[in-house]
């Protein structure tokens, strides 16, 4: 939502009739993609319900991460979600799906399939062990098929991911991939809980504590003060 | 009968070279594999003059794992997670239909409240699979807000599953012999929630989507399957339904307890999209009504009559079983040789595959914007073509 917390690391310079906020070419790039990721509509399996439909849809709302804008288009997208098995006839056009996108360009490899072929890898002679065969991956969420919150898990891994990440100085440098698995007895309550408490952080503003915080704020009390004994 | 195979090349040769200078030419484009409508992976190939379809050829295996290969070193209860993998979208039923298999194979005996809680959880899913399925119609046809309706109604079944399956999406709940866990003590009562709570709700459907001019332009009279050829065809499920051929397994082989309740089939009279469409929505009311009659009464007695660590011993000889999916027919033929639990071969009839078939027959004639409706009025699960 582009709001100003503290963790901003910018400084305010103020003149007459505005402001200006300093900030670092890094920060502003990374924030700006980090949360408007666009993910391209591919699936090819059963997570395809799972993450990118079911999270689409009003229940899981992939929209309060910037990321619902699912484009067909390969032109259009910024993230691809590889959502199922890959198999041999299918590698070649992933690639080439893959080599289309316009960077900088994030993958997510979700479910058993697409990290490591899953249930078919053994005794299969199609499938492709792992969709880092084909493409590099920047997160994987492991799950048989993950559930939406464990989706959301690896977005906000990748979303992390690419806030730290230098995006001037050194452009084309990609960070290592992580295994964004839920931790161990963590429960659906628990993620919601995680997710509301990254969106907040990010997103929300005490307006009373802003406010109090302010050289002004002393003056409105006692304009407060007054004006309700007044009454 | 001679059968001549043409290969994809060939059939990508123009058919004929234009007469006149200024006459049309053929040409071809690809629709997929990656396409918003093919919800998967599926290429199709269509031949057009100007904005017309002369012929479709669709092109399927782009997730061919060889499922059915795979299962040839498996045994029986690690085939039913596979099955969860072909048509996700009915797991309960594609379990159900190996389970079946291997228990007329070995004569396994299965008692009324195992066959009760095969039948609730089918008829439940079909349910949530229509409900998908209208979503993403609405979807395909330009109406966004439909996509989000029909999966409100999609989390709130996932629920019910998830408490007494523990799962979402892939099942593997019906094993041979029983299911996989007893109903959870809350199941009861929530069914019966969520039965009161969807009645109304298919209503709202029809008010919110069946009306629309937009939608009734685009499937009234497009796509017309007389019932001969849905029946040359293979198809099953609603799309021959739709067709009014009134062929249903739950009345003709009576699996389960379908011999017990009351419920209708409901046939279509052109073969058009409507047809399709309107024969998936009554679907979802007569589901309702099966579990509601099945609800109250679900009889005590053990959930598994076999002991997990005993090997299932068929006899030789083949055996073919099938129930009917949310989207048709779903068979499976084994062959069992006697020395082992594993199966040579294994085959499985997906409805899925000959389903999408009927898109040659269908798609001649009629527009590129008439594709996305037909194919959305078949309600293709790509995985379950492939295998």
């Known amino acids: 939502m582009g709001l100003i917390t503290e963790t901003l690391p910018a400084v305010i310079e103020k003149f007459p009739g505005g402001s200006l906020i300093v900030t670092s070419m890094d920060y502003a790039i990374n924030c700006s993609r980090a949360n408007s990721l666009w993910p391209l509509t591919f699936g090819t399996k059963c997570c395809a319900i799972e993450m990118l439909m079911a999270t689409g849809a009003a229940h899981q709302d992939l929209s309060r991460f910037g990321a619902e804008v699912a484009r067909a288009s390969v032109r259009q997208a910024d993230l691809m979600v590889i959502a199922g098995a890959i198999v041999k006839k299918m590698a070649p056009r992933m690639r080439m799906l893959y080599e289309q996108m316009a960077e900088p360009r994030y993958v997510i490899a979700t479910g058993a399939c697409a990290v490591s072929g899953g249930p078919f890898m053994y005794n299969s002679y199609s499938i492709v062990r792992g969709a880092d065969e084909v493409i590099p991956v920047d997160v994987y969420v492991p799950g048989c098929p993950p559930r939406p919150e464990a989706f959301f898990w690896g977005l906000l891994a990748l979303q992390k991911m690419i806030k730290e990440g230098e995006s001037v100085r050194r452009p084309g440098i990609r960070r290592k991939p992580v295994m964004a698995a839920l931790p161990n007895g963590m429960t659906a309550a628990d993620v919601r809980a995680e997710i509301q408490r990254e969106l907040e952080q990010d997103n929300v503003i005490d307006v009373e504590k802003e406010a109090e915080s302010k050289p002004w704020a002393a003056k409105v009390k006692e304009w407060i003060r007054k004006s309700s004994s007044i009454s | ?387």
């Open chain 2, 1 to 387: 009968m001679t059968v001549t195979i043409r290969t994809l090349n060939e059939l990508l040769q123009p058919s004929h070279l234009p007469a006149h200078p200024l006459a049309t030419q053929e040409y071809f484009v690809n629709m997929g594999p990656q396409h918003p409508i093919s919800h998967g992976s599926l290429r199709l190939v269509l031949r057009l003059d100007g904005e017309t379809v002369k012929e479709v050829i669709p092109v399927p295996g782009f997730v061919h794992r060889g499922v059915e290969k795979m299962c040839e070193s498996l045994t029986p209860r690690q085939i039913v997670p596979y099955t969860d993998r072909l048509d996700y979208l009915s797991a309960f039923m594609n379990n159900w239909a190996i389970t079946r298999v291997v228990e007329t194979a070995a004569g396994i005996e299965s008692n009324e409240r195992i066959e009760t809680i095969r039948t609730l959880m089918s008829e439940l899913q079909r349910i949530q699979s229509h409900a998908l399925w209208w979503g993403v119609t609405g979807m395909d046809l330009g109406a966004f807000t439909a996509f989000l309706y029909g999966f409100r109604e999609r989390e709130v079944i996932s629920e019910i599953f998830e408490e007494t399956v523990g799962a979402r999406l892939t099942m593997n709940y019906i094993q041979p012999g029983g299911v996989m866990y007893d109903i959870h003590p809350n199941f009861v009562k929530r069914v019966k929630d969520v039965m009161a709570y969807m009645k109304p709700i298919i209503d709202e459907y029809d008010t919110l989507l069946s009306g629309n001019v937009i939608l009734q332009e685009r499937c009234r009279n497009i796509g017309i399957l007389s019932p001969e050829k849905a029946i040359a065809l293979g198809c099953t499920g609603p799309v021959l339904r739709a067709s009014g051929v009134p062929y249903d397994l739950r009345k003709m082989e009576n699996y389960g307890v379908y011999n017990k309740v009351d419920f209708n089939v409901v046939v279509g009279a052109v073969g058009d999209c409507w047809d399709r469409y309107y024969v998936r929505m009554q679907e979802m009311r007569e589901s309702i009504r099966i579990v509601e009659q099945l609800i109250d009464s679900i009889p005590e007695g053990p959930t598994m009559t076999l002991r997990y660590n005993l090997p299932i011993e068929m006899p030789e000889g083949t055996y073919y079983s099938q129930v009917e999916t949310a989207r048709g027919v779903f068979g499976a033929f084994l062959v069992a040789e006697g020395k082992s639990e594993k199966p040579y071969p294994l085959h499985f009839r997906s409805p899925n595959y000959n389903n999408l078939w009927s898109v040659t027959a269908l798609a001649p004639g009629w527009r590129v914007a008439d594709i996305i409706a037909i194919l959305s009025s078949l309600d293709l699960v790509i995985p379950d073509i492939d295998r």
